[in-house]
C-alpha cells in the first residue's frame, strides 16, 4: 500500500467512526470525571426493559423524593416484579439502586464544590439525603472516607 492508499483508508468514513469512538473511550479512560465508575463498570447483564426504565426514572429525577410506587409505576410493573428485576439483574434493591447514584452524583459535587460557598449538608439535601447521619455513614462505606474529607478536593487543586 502506497502512501495514497493510506491517506484513504484513514479518510473512509467507516474508519473515521470508529477512531472517534476509540479517541473518545481513550479520553474518558484517561481524565477523571464524575462517571467513572459508570464507565469502569463491566458490562451488565442485559437487564429487562422495566429495570432500565426504572433507572432512567431515577437518573431523571434523582434530586426529588422518590418511592418504590414510583418506581414500579414508572417502569410499569409490580413492585415485587421491580424487586426481582433489580435484585438478579443489578445486584441490589430498586432503593439501593437510588442511593448508590445519589452518593455517586454527591461524591462528585463534593469533590467540585468551593467549601466557602457550600456545605456537606447542602449538598447532601440537593442530593436527595435527609438523614445526615446515615448520608455519612453510607458515603463513608462506599468511598472510604468521610463526606467533608471529600468537600472541595477538585475545587482547591483547580485553584
Known amino acids: 500500500m502506497d502512501a495514497a492508499e493510506g491517506r484513504y483508508c484513514l479518510t473512509h468514513p467507516r474508519v473515521t467512526d470508529h477512531l472517534d469512538v476509540t479517541m473518545m473511550s481513550l479520553l474518558l479512560a484517561s481524565f477523571p470525571h464524575r462517571y467513572r465508575e459508570e464507565y469502569d463498570r463491566a458490562g451488565e447483564a442485559c437487564a429487562p426493559h422495566y429495570v432500565r426504565r426504572a433507572e432512567g426514572y431515577v437518573r431523571v429525577h434523582w434530586r426529588e423524593p422518590i418511592s418504590i410506587g414510583d418506581l414500579a409505576g414508572a417502569a410499569n410493573v409490580s413492585v415485587r416484579s421491580l424487586f426481582n428485576g433489580f435484585r438478579r439483574f443489578r445486584g441490589l434493591t430498586p432503593m439501593g439502586y437510588v442511593k448508590a447514584l445519589r452518593l455517586d452524583l454527591a461524591n462528585g459535587e463534593l469533590l467540585c464544590a468551593d467549601p466557602s460557598e457550600k456545605s456537606v449538608t447542602e449538598i447532601a439535601l440537593s442530593c ?32
Open 128 to 159: 436527595g439525603f435527609t438523614h445526615m447521619g446515615k448520608f455519612a455513614r453510607d458515603f463513608a462505606a462506599r468511598f472510604g472516607e468521610k463526606p467533608s474529607a471529600v468537600l472541595g478536593r477538585e475545587y482547591v487543586s483547580r485553584t
